[in-house]
T-cell receptor, first 113, second 115 residues
Framework: DADVTQTPRNRITKTGKRIMLECSQT?????MYWYRQDPGLGLRLIYY???????NKGEISDGYSVSRQAQAKFSLSLESAIPNQTALYFC????????????FGSGTRLTVV | KQEVTQIPAALSVPEGENLVLNCSFT??????LQWFRQDPGKGLTSLLL?????REQTSGRLNASLDKSSGRSTLYIAASQPGDSATYLC??????????????FGKGTHLIIQP
């Protein structure tokens, strides 16, 4: 099994719908992150979490919310999806004490029509 | 605010050549720097992680160097192969004092190795 698993892999949704992207990890890391990737813009940080009780906004948090259900689970929600949220979304974990490298999931391709 | 720039944006070379990808960053107070590979529509695979105190890291045909004082890193790929074709991303992590965290990414170098 992958260290960081994202579901679903692909999703098409309609404008105005609520959608949740899920992430689970087996790395045992406390820190988890959500990024989005857009052509020409690169990867940008949406939210990050240091632990279950510590959630922080990233560079582009507007229109998104997150929930850290457990150390291993971090979900991203779009409360009312809009077309410019069409992107590739990545979940990641890191271990600051173990060199600080990041491990990424395989991504969720979200299309809002 | 940290900014990461990768040059060139795209590169196409014949198989077997040695090549260098460049990454520069504006704030030298980094914690570490990580090189990733991304295949089209896929996730990010970590290639090399260099701590701020290190000068280089090697893995197989890959060698990454770090010059923190000048804000530069290079990824050297020896004896390139068609399977090396991908987008290569450079990302820096700052010290998380004050609670901030996260990677700052460059926009990547799209590499094509011609058979």
């Amino acid at each position: 099994d992958a260290d960081v698993t994202q579901t679903p892999r692909n999703r098409i949704t309609k404008t105005g719908k609520r959608i949740m992207l899920e992430c689970s990890q087996t790395k045992g890391h406390d820190r988890m992150y959500w990024y989005r990737q857009d052509p020409g813009l690169g990867l940008r940080l949406i939210y990050y979490s240091f632990d279950v009780k510590d959630i922080n906004k990233g560079e582009i948090s507007d229109g998104y919310s997150v929930s850290r259900q457990a150390q291993a689970k971090f979900s991203l929600s779009l409360e009312s999806a809009i077309p410019n949220q069409t992107a590739l979304y990545f979940c990641a974990t890191s271990d600051p004490t173990g060199g600080g490298g990041y491990t990424f999931g395989s991504g969720t391709r979200l299309t809002v029509v | 605010k940290q900014e990461v720039t990768q040059i060139p944006a795209a590169l196409s070379v014949p198989e077997g050549e040695n090549l260098v990808l460049n990454c520069s960053f504006t704030d030298s107070a980094i914690y570490n720097l990580q090189w990733f590979r991304q295949d089209p529509g896929k996730g990010l695979t970590s290639l090399l992680l260099i701590q701020s105190s290190q000068r280089e890291q090697t893995s197989g045909r890959l060698n990454a160097s770090l010059d923190k004082s000048s804000g530069r890193s290079t990824l050297y790929i020896a004896a390139s192969q068609p399977g090396d074709s991908a987008t290569y991303l450079c990302a820096v992590r700052m010290y998380s004092g004050g609670g901030a965290d996260g990677l700052t990414f460059g926009k990547g170098t799209h590499l094509i190795i011609q058979p």
